[in-house]
């Protein structure tokens, strides 16, 4: 039987990142990914350049920009592992990167930059790499003592029974099946007796019933900036990005965000023309201008916008100067508090993370240990799900990093 320190099990952006760690910190370190290719996501991320991280990201009020049962929980491994730090790996790796809106960074080339650092971070540590490897079972070992320098547990592979002190599940969620995704950090989580947040697809498009969104299903392809929001009081949460129309429904920047806050049933509102005076604009137009409504609101939002909005009623259909304020009125509080509830989302197939997952609850703040000793969670199968824009990555660099801190130490 083949013995390691570490077996990794995921070779996604959190297994590579820690497995390189961990090599380089003196462990040694099995690797192993159940598909051809190593960090498929990655390869995807940010339209194949990868955001890698977020300078906005602030890790002593980690609440901004991610959710989870505990919003708090990753303070610890964010701040120890920053995205200054991962840019200070970049930039050792000579990628070139350039900053977008708000803080997002990305690579000016290409996803597989990235993925070749990881690589040669895993490299550069010793790390061995099994994959396509299929696991089909984790225990822990009958006859070792169960000291912290002990081959605690037995991992039954395709390519035979391997034996680790620490066992890392890096497997992430479930988005995205067709490139890899499984639940099986869940099902080992339950095997040992942790809980699991009920998982649901998020940063997710949203769906609306067909007849319903029959009307704005011509709007399709169109993009505009908004503000959204959902839930009330202290569940409240807004967005300013763009919004894209879809022929089931909504997406874009915008949607996907408020999509991990949003609960089935409940309905999100949006502002369709945040950026212009809309009641006044309407005013104004009614005594100055004798173009129709339609004419005069494509002025302040996107025409294809104004044909569809106005088609709604027929006390819109009319020159401006001849509708009535109680029309006017009507029409700007559609607009900009125009309230809907989706139907659902598009799923798994087109979440980019999954919230929810492993407890944090039963898992070490600081190292990412669960109550099960020499078990390990990090990445996406954990509940931490960060905003769009980098925040996941830059929590599958910290997290990761944390545990093969954590493990070197145990060992040392
Ligand atoms: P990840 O999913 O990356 O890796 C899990 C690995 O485990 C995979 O290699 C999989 O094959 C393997 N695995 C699963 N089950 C297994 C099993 N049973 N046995 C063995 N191996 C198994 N985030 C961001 O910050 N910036 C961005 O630009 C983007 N863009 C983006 C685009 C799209 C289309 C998607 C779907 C997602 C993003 N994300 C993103 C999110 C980001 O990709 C995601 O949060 C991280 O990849 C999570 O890293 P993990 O390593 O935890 O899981």
Redesign the pocket.
């Known amino acids: 039987m083949q013995s390691f320190d570490t077996v990794v099990?995921?070779?996604?952006?959190?297994?590579?990142f820690c497995a390189g760690v961990a090599g380089q910190l003196g462990l040694k370190v099995l690797l192993?990914?159940?598909?051809e290719k190593?960090?498929?996501?990655?390869r995807?991320?940010?339209g194949g350049r990868?955001?890698?991280?977020n300078r906005d990201l602030d890790p002593r009020a980690p609440h901004k920009h991610f959710l989870g049962e505990n919003p708090n929980f990753c303070r610890s491994a964010l701040s120890r592992y920053t995205p200054q730090d991962f840019i200070a790996l970049v930039q050792k790796h000579a990628i070139p990167f350039h900053e977008k809106h708000k803080g997002q960074l990305f690579g000016d080339r290409s996803s597989e930059d990235f993925i070749r650092m990881l690589l040669a971070e895993c490299e550069a540590g010793g790390v061995t790499r099994w994959q396509p490897?299929?696991?089909e079972n984790i225990r822990e070992s009958a006859s070792s003592p169960h000291g912290t320098d002990a081959y605690r547990y037995e991992i039954d592979s395709d390519r035979g029974v391997v034996q680790a002190r620490h066992v890392v599940i890096?497997?992430?969620?479930l988005?995205?099946p067709k490139?890899?995704?499984?639940d099986?950090?869940y099902r080992v989580a339950r095997q040992f007796g942790l809980r699991v947040v009920e998982p649901r697809p998020a940063?997710v498009p949203l769906t609306f019933d067909g007849e319903a969104w029959a009307p704005y299903a011509q709007l399709a392809g169109l993009a505009l900036p908004v503000v959204i929001e959902t839930g009330t009081k202290k569940q409240r949460m807004a967005f300013q990005e763009d919004l894209l129309f879809t022929h089931r429904g909504l997406s874009g920047p915008a949607v996907l965000q408020i999509s991990s806050y949003w609960r089935s049933g409940e309905s999100i509102r949006l502002n369709l023309a945040p950026e212009a005076g809309l009641i006044e604009a309407l005013a104004q137009a009614k005594v100055s201008s004798r173009k129709l409504l339609v004419n005069e609101l494509a002025a302040i939002v996107p025409s294809r916008l104004a044909e569809a909005w106005v088609q709604q009623d027929a006390a819109w259909q009319r020159p401006v100067a001849d509708t009535s304020d109680k029309a006017l009125a009507a029409l700007a509080a559609r607009l900009v508090q125009w309230e809907l509830v989706p139907t659902g989302s598009e799923g798994y197939k087109k979440?980019?993370?999954t919230a929810g997952g492993v407890d944090t609850r039963d898992l070490s703040s600081q190292c990412l240990e669960s109550k099960q000793p020499g078990l390990y969670f990090?990445?996406?199968?954990v509940d931490v799900t960060?905003w769009l824009?980098?925040?996941?990555?830059?929590?599958?660099w910290a997290s990761g990093h944390a545990c093969a801190q954590a493990m070197a130490q145990a060992q040392a």
Not at 9 to 16: E, F, M, Q, S, T
Not at 50 to 53: E, R
Not at 179 to 182: F, L, N, V
Not at 391 to 396: M, P, R, S, V
């Open positions: 099990i995921g070779a996604g952006a959190a297994g590579l192993v990914d159940h598909s190593v960090a498929e996501k990655v995807i991320a940010g990868c955001n890698f991280t490897c299929k696991v890096a497997t992430g969620g988005s995205i490139i890899g995704a499984t099986f950090g940063l979440a980019e993370v990090i990445g996406e199968v960060g824009g980098g925040y996941n990555f830059q929590w599958a």
